[in-house]
């Protein structure tokens, strides 16, 4: 056997779970404990500083220089408690990871002694040497300045002994650099047009907040197998390899035992994420083999994205201590499901409600009706853009691929809510008559809350189904931040919620219909209007996309197709409109998503490439000698007749002959294609050769790479099997 397997093979036999230190004290009582949060701050920061950032952070009021100073010198203090002895502006760049650069408090003062300093100037910005971070051309290198901007509305925390302070990223001429940036900016958006829709039916909501609850999948192997193979290692997924006799058929993974390696890695991990503050809920196994999932209470979505970003970086960190390689790759193996993360999104007002959970009141039913209804009907108008927040090169695997939804955006409500906007079709025109009111509060919006509770039919293929007090975005890629998502639909709901708003008042001042008349009339409209979304059927089906396609709704089957969806007219002006991005923004992201295709695709490419051509062409040929070898063996036995005791030996022999020659010719002519590919200037060019013309070689190359390592003895193989990988535990 190839060496690196075997010792590979024999090192993951040998793991025994890793010790987790438990630290005393219950989990509610260690929430929190590296959280610059509300307690905290009330007890390090003097009252005025304190009240100033509550300001900033409910009503997002400037802080001047003089309480940032007291705010620093208090996260210092706190921090130093915990043991800090740098800090860090912690941002989220468009690599879709995180980044952080530390600095010490520490400063020499110049009469041979130090200090530990942290001033409000270093709280507030900071300027990283951030020239090679992803900014589609927004940063010329003669002004090659970014800045990292504090984020008050998300609390700083300590890892290890490092101060951390949420912060955006953005150009010199402020241009979003990074993922916060545009998910704030629709936030405050959401906010301000779910608070003035609100004003109809409650006068006492002054603040609306999107909540976002993430369901984040994942895969754990054992290391020392991941590292024997170049794919996992440099591309997150293995690019060839024959499936396993069993899989995942027999579903005995799905919420059984969990894995002792894997238990110790969870646990510590959730002594660490109790500890930041994030309120993990959940863990249990997946439907794959080795695969699991993870999920916490839903928090407001700033900090939920923050929280899952932070939590994705923890859980690479701890796994490795763990000897375990985590894949938040969206589908690592093909042939058994892949890895997703379910966005559950709602909108939650000041005064507690929920605005997508029916209340007690027929009232509060029209209020939640409303929200509901608003929230199809964005997602009819701007299903594409949509489908663009979650494309990437790696979701590419995972949707349509008959355990995710379809690349087809539409919206599951349920047999009952499909019979409440039924109903609500039919109201008449203008104003509505007494009875017809009171026919409709007591037995059509009255009943709602009646009808959610016996409804249990939940659609799992489709990528935005309501659940009851929330929608479910499944289509979320594993490794993705939520917050392009987020920004996305909180962005398209912000827009319909100020159309409503608008016709209603139209309805009311111009028609002089009442308010409940108006509302009525506006939603039945929005009904109709936004029907061809909904979709109640088995999305997966083959049914669904002829159906759809009959709908006339878009099927956007990879990434570059669906980020161009991000520049047309409508989609640019919902963007525009509401001061999410402006056009050098939507631009450079756009430019900066393609390029990012073209490289995934490119280094998939040349690791397949290398694969082959280094592993096994050359483990074939020595497997063919071997039977040639044989071959002469009988020959010299039998003589003339030996045909007929060889004939089994030269099939393989010509067999190997024919794939080594079909792989070595497939690889060639990608070569040639991304060659091409890569003399074309622009970037979404580029990316449609690397999708269409280099791409397709992949799975051709690979199914006689398979085919060979089902023929070639197992002692020679030299890339750790499918069974190895999944199985061990
Ligand atoms: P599953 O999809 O696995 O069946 P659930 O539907 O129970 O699980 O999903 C629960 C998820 O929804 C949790 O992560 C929870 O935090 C989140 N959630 C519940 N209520 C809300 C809400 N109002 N806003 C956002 N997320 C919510
Ligand atoms: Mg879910």
New binding site residues.
């Given amino acids: 056997m190839s060496t690196i397997r075997f010792f590979a093979l024999q090192e993951s036999q040998n793991r025994k779970p890793v010790e987790v230190k438990e630290i005393s004290g219950s989990r509610s009582e260690l929430f929190g404990a590296n959280v610059f949060n509300d307690t905290s701050c009330k007890k390090f920061m003097t009252k005025e500083a304190y009240a100033a950032l509550k300001d900033a952070v409910n009503h997002g009021k400037k802080i001047d220089r003089k309480i940032a100073d007291q705010v620093a010198s208090a996260m210092k203090a706190w921090a130093m408690t915990k043991g800090a002895t740098h800090y860090t502006h912690w941002f989220q760049p468009l690599t879709g990871a995180t980044a952080e650069k530390h600095d010490a408090f520490f400063e020499p003062v110049g009469d041979g002694t130090a200090m530990d300093k942290f001033d409000g100037g270093q709280l507030v910005q900071q300027e990283p040497d951030a020239s090679s971070f992803p900014n589609g051309g927004i940063r010329n290198t003669f002004e090659a300045r970014g800045y990292t901007a504090w984020d008050p509305t998300s609390p700083a925390f300590v890892i290890a002994t490092t101060l951390c302070i949420p912060t955006v990223f953005v150009s010199y001429t402020g241009e979003a650099l990074d993922n916060k940036t545009p998910l704030l900016r629709a936030l405050q958006a959401i906010d301000h047009a779910a608070t003035d829709v609100a004003q109809y039916f409650d006068k006492n909501v002054s603040k609306v907040i999107s ?5 984040q999948e994942y895969f754990l192997i054992d290391s020392a197998l991941a590292a024997s193979r170049p794919d996992i290692l440099l591309t997150g997924r293995v690019l060839l390899g024959h499936h396993a006799a069993k899989g995942q058929q027999l579903e005995d993974h799905y919420f059984g035992s969990i894995p002792e390696r894997s238990l110790a890695f969870m646990r510590e991990l959730e002594i660490e994420s109790i500890q930041l503050g994030i309120p993990v ?2 863990r249990h196994n997946e439907v794959a083999p080795n695969q699991f ?1 993870l ?5 407001e979505a700033n900090l ?1 994205v923050d929280h899952n970003s932070l939590i994705m970086d923890l859980m690479s960190k701890i796994a490795s201590r763990h000897n375990l390689k985590l894949l938040l790759h969206e589908k690592p193996f093909d042939g058994i499901n892949g890895s997703g993360k ?1 966005n ?3 909108l ?1 007002t000041d005064t507690g409600v ?1 605005l ?2 029916p209340g007690k009141t027929p009232k509060s039913n029209l209020m939640f009706l409303t929200y509901f209804i608003n929230t199809i009907k964005a997602v009819h108008r701007y299903d594409d853009l949509l489908r663009a927040s979650i494309a990437s090169a790696s979701n590419d695997f995972r949707l349509g691929a008959n355990e995710a939804p379809p690349a087809i955006v539409s919206v599951f409500i349920g047999q009952q809510l499909t019979a409440v906007l039924d109903e609500l079709e039919r109201v008449t025109n203008g104003n509505l008559s007494p009875e017809e009111k009171t026919d409709l509060k007591l037995n059509v919006v009255g009943k709602i809350p009646e009808i959610l509770l016996d409804n249990t039919d ?1 659609n799992r293929t489709s990528p935005f189904a309501f ?4 929608f ?1 975005f ?1 289509a979320v890629g594993s490794s993705a931040n939520c917050a392009k998502a987020m920004t996305i639909v909180n962005t398209i709901v912000a827009q319909q919620l100020k159309d409503f708003k608008k016709d209603v008042d139209n309805l009311i001042e111009n028609k002089g219909l009442k308010k409940d008349d108006a509302i009525f009339n506006v939603l039945r409209e929005y009904i109709k209007e936004s029907k061809r979304i909904r979709f109640e059927g088995d999305g997966y089906s083959e049914e669904w996309v002829k159906e759809a396609k009959k709908r006339g709704l878009s099927n956007l089957k990879n990434t570059p197709e669906a980020l161009r969806a991000q520049i047309t007219p409508l989609a640019k002006e919902v963007m525009i409109q509401n001061g999410i991005m402006n056009d050098t923004e939507i631009m450079a992201r756009y430019e900066i998503e393609m390029e990012e295709y073209v490289k995934k695709v490119q280094i998939e490419g040349r690791v397949l490439g290398d694969i082959v051509m280094n592993h096994v062409i050359p483990t074939a040929i020595n497997y063919q000698n071997r039977l040639i070898q044989n071959v002469q063996g009988l020959k010299e036995i039998f003589g003339k007749d030996f045909e007929q005791y060889a004939s089994e030996q030269l099939d393989i022999i010509k067999d190997i002959s024919k794939r080594i020659h079909e792989i070595k010719s497939n690889v060639d002519q990608m070569i040639d294609e991304r060659k091409k590919a890569n003399k074309i200037d622009h970037a979404d060019k580029r990316a449609d050769a690397y999708c269409n013309k280099v791409k397709p070689f992949f799975e051709v190359i690979r199914y006689h790479c398979d085919k060979l390592e089902l023929t070639v003895d197992d002692e020679l193989w030299p890339l750790t099997k499918y069974r190895e990988l999944l199985f061990t535990r």
């Fill in positions: 909540t976002l609850g993430w369901e809920k959940t999932e999920a916490p209470i839903y928090e939920a379910h559950n999104w709602s939650a929920n997508l959970s939940r659940t009851g007090n929330k479910e499944r």
